[in-house]
């Protein structure tokens, strides 16, 4: 059968690549389709004509909207064809969207490799007799039944390594791939849909490919795609067992000495609790450069509040050890929770303030699908909204007024589609990346000059919120004369200072272009010649094979957005987006929330990065670095209701 599989196309879309993978094998035909916004919309309809099954990622809730206006069209251009629906949303709103949207024929919960295959092998049967499948939601007698779940799959290591069709991926000039060595969480934050999504299937919640396994994968892509930055999207590379995260940090750093992948660089990801002196100086070993830690809040009211199982000792220890080892990490603050106090807010400042040098950004705890914070809110009467999207009241009138105010005025800097923080998180990878793979005065002090940047804006944006904060909790209600004087003041110097950041920000991404777009250059100009010149890059040679100069593989080369593990903003009405900067929206394993408000925010120019006509390979685009779960638009008739 041929099969169709639409999903955004962000940081590489490692859940559809294992899907089509996988129906490869089993002897079907499996493509891939980019629908990382609406605009994508008609090419998909074209593309989707030949197949015999079309298979829709619904992982980001606040893109469901536009995933199932998409069914709708698919369905209309052929009625008799199947369209099957998996991902995060679709797993853990399985029956409503069952019975609300006649488009969709069958979803496909939780891990899906083993499910779609069997249901390939029903052929014409596919919807009739999908109900035999495991873990699929199907309708039968006007009613939305569902399959016993599917067991989770244990055996990684024999799952096929997902399908990389396409141009290799660039982050500052660095050929860069995304992987995953585990699936699954090992915490049960109230919050999170990854853990809501690996709660429903039986079996181990939290599995691991053996380091030999992950390493082979390494050296493929090391030798055939000049990888040198390789981007785990596990939740948890680290585990709450120093002795054990030691043993398997030794058995990744033996295979890869056997392998030969030197002069590489890793981002992981884990959580505070987790992080140990020793494990830390194993990894930097390995080739750590960047780490995500999950410290989400810097008081424990916010923490308890989102069922985020661990202390401010943890958080602080974690963050104290990557400032004493130089590893960037970034964090999320989320500053509005629904017990949030005046008193928690700031407690969250005070963390920023002790901790500026990191790149970060706030949000709102979001109520996701299935969630036990979303049924905490649903059942206590505070939610508001449907299935498809939900806000909820605070718990602090207080709160309440810091947000009415804070939303709007913190749109451009904090939250909404190109705000300055999140363009500073992917920065902060870029110049990351710079720092350990070239070698020049002129990278050094962009290192330093960055980095003084960094903390500047953080230190700015934490004393403008603290101030609204400590205006907001002072006032008797949200009109409040002195309230209003203080918002006024606060607007004027917030777009004034954020006028002068956005400046200083373009500049520092020119500066960047002007160390890597040399290289590029010399890359796609040397077809005839694939040389490497004396004091080049350490990763120079890695990109020759990236541009099929070496003939290693025949790729091309493209640039992503990068990975900011920021989590989205909080806003859950449609905004203005501008793609001119970045093209990714966020991280497949991770759905982005809801959102509240239209925000028109500064567009920053896009630098000119492509090369000439009739170079010898395809055209690419800088990477702004990696940032975690960006927000895609969200429609206006999905709004949370009263």
């Not at 995060?88 to 295959?117: G, K, M, N, W, Y």
């Not at 809110?377 to 007024?401: C, F, H, I, Q």
């Not at 960094?454 to 230190?459: R, S, T, Y």
Request: hydrophobic share 40%.
């Amino acid at each position: 059968m041929r099969f169709f599989l639409v999903g955004p196309d962000l940081e590489s879309n490692l859940s559809l690549g294992y899907l089509a993978s996988s129906l490869r094998r089993a002897g079907h035909e499996a493509t891939i389709a980019s629908f990382t916004s609406e605009e994508d919309a008609p090419g998909v309809l074209r593309a989707a004509r030949d197949a015999d099954v079309v298979g829709l990622s619904l992982s980001f809730q606040v893109r469901a909207p536009e995933f199932l206006a998409l069914a709708r069209e698919l369905k209309l251009d052929r009625p008799a064809r199947p369209i099957l629906a998996g991902g995060h949303f679709a797993t853990c709103a399985a029956t409503e969207l069952l019975r609300d949207h006649p488009a969709l024929d069958l979803i496909v919960q939780h891990e899906a490799e083993h499910s779609l295959v069997e249901l390939a092998a029903l052929g014409s049967q596919l919807v009739a007799r999908g109900h035999e499948v495991p873990g699929v939601v199907f309708r039968a007698g006007g009613e939305v039944l569902a399959s016993p779940l599917r067991r989770a799959n244990e055996a990684l290591d024999a799952l096929p390594t997902p399908d990389r069709v396409g141009p290799s991926r660039l982050i500052a000039g660095v050929p860069t791939a995304y992987l995953m060595g585990s699936r699954g969480c090992i915490r049960n934050c109230d919050y999170c849909c990854i853990t809501t999504l690996h709660r429903l299937a039986p079996g181990a919640r939290f599995r691991q490919r053996s380091p030999e396994n992950v390493v082979a994968e390494l050296a493929e892509l090391y030798y055939r795609r000049g990888v040198r930055q390789f981007v785990f999207h596990d939740d948890n590379f680290l585990v709450p067992a120093p002795k054990q995260n030691l043993e398997r940090i030794g058995q990744y750093e033996r295979a890869m000495e056997s392998a030969g992948l030197r002069d590489v660089g890793l981002v992981l990801k884990c959580g505070p609790q987790d992080l140990d002196r020793e494990s830390l100086v194993q990894l930097k070993r390995l080739g750590l450069i960047r780490l995500f830690l999950g410290i989400e809040s810097g008081s424990q009211c916010g923490l308890d509040s989102i069922g985020r199982r661990q202390t401010t000792t943890d958080t602080e220890r974690a963050v104290s050890l990557c400032e004493e080892f130089d590893v960037s990490s970034q964090y999320t603050m989320i500053i509005f929770h629904p017990d949030a106090t005046i008193d928690s807010m700031l407690a969250d400042l005070a963390f920023v303030e002790r901790h500026p040098a990191h790149p970060l950004n706030y949000c709102r705890a979001e109520l996701y699908a299935g969630t036990p914070l979303e049924r905490r809110m649903v059942e206590s009467g505070r939610s508001l909204g449907t299935y498809m999207a939900r806000t909820y009241r605070y718990a602090d009138e207080r709160v309440a007024r810091v947000w009415l105010h804070g939303k709007d005025l913190f749109a451009g800097r904090c939250w909404g589609h190109d705000e300055i923080l999140s363009h500073a998180i992917r920065l902060d990878h870029q110049v990351t990346v710079l720092k350990h793979f070239y070698d020049s005065a002129e990278s050094r002090e962009l290192v330093r000059d960055f980095r003084a940047w960094q903390i500047a804006l953080n230190l700015e944006t934490a004393a403008l919120f603290r101030e609204l904060v400590v205006a907001c909790g002072q006032a008797e209600r949200d009109d409040a004369p002195e309230l209003l004087a203080t918002l006024e003041a606060l607007r004027a110097y917030e777009a004034r200072t954020r006028t002068a950041q956005l400046e200083a920000l373009c500049e520092l991404r020119a500066r960047i272009a002007r160390i890597v777009d040399p290289l590029i250059e010399y890359v796609t100009s040397r077809a005839a010649q694939p040389t490497v010149p004396q004091r080049a890059p350490r990763h120079m040679a890695a990109l020759l094979v990236a541009a099929s100069l070496l003939g290693c593989g025949g790729t091309q080369m493209r640039a992503d957005d990068g990975v900011a593990e920021a989590a989205p903003p909080p806003y859950d009405q449609r905004f203005h987006t501008d793609d001119s900067l970045r093209q990714d929206h966020g991280v497949a394993e991770a759905a982005p929330p809801p959102y509240d408000q239209r925000v028109v925010t500064d567009e920053l120019p896009p630098v000119d990065t492509e090369p000439d006509a009739g170079t010898p390979v395809q055209q690419f685009r800088y990477d702004d670095g990696v940032a975690e779960a960006a927000p895609p638009p969200y429609p206006d008739r999905y709004k949370p209701t009263k």
